[in-house]
């Protein structure tokens, strides 16, 4: 098993729209799922990775997270899912996000989410599954989604608050660069 690189913004990757996954036996793809869970588990302060923001050659519609029920207290269970889909989303909350591709120690910024997210995938054996996932989950699933459809949360930023943010971001890059 690999652990794999983080695209860090702007790397022009992270704007790559992911295919879906055909053949969930295809070596290429478990092969993927078993790094992306790697890395996921040794990454500190990471909620969920999406295949498109990783050092991937042809990332698919998978992304990897900690699966828990936060009002249930249950423990968190690293989770992969394969071709996931959104099919309902309930209320709105408008929170703080980060994103380990965008310099999560320097920059969040509020996004609107949906209160409560329902959404279908694979498994990693095929087989079909659900998540209705309220909370911290609830806006994580959008976020990974948008990643696997090449977008970035701070793309849903209004121009004002998006020019802020970039600014943040080049001295951010900067910092990093430096501490590397
Ligand atoms: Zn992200």
Redesign the pocket.
Known sequence: MTILRILDYPDPRLKTVAEAVVDINDPEVQQMISDMLETLENTPNCG???AT?LDIKNPKRIFVFYDFIESEGTPAVPTCVVNPEIVHIEGEVFEEE?????YPDYIQAKVTRPAITHMRAMDRHGKPVEYIRSGYLAKNFM??I??LNGK??IDHLKPVKRTLVNGKITKAKRLKEKRA
């Open positions: 969920g990775l999406a923001q980060g994103c380990m591709s965008v976020h990974e948008d990643h970035l949360y």
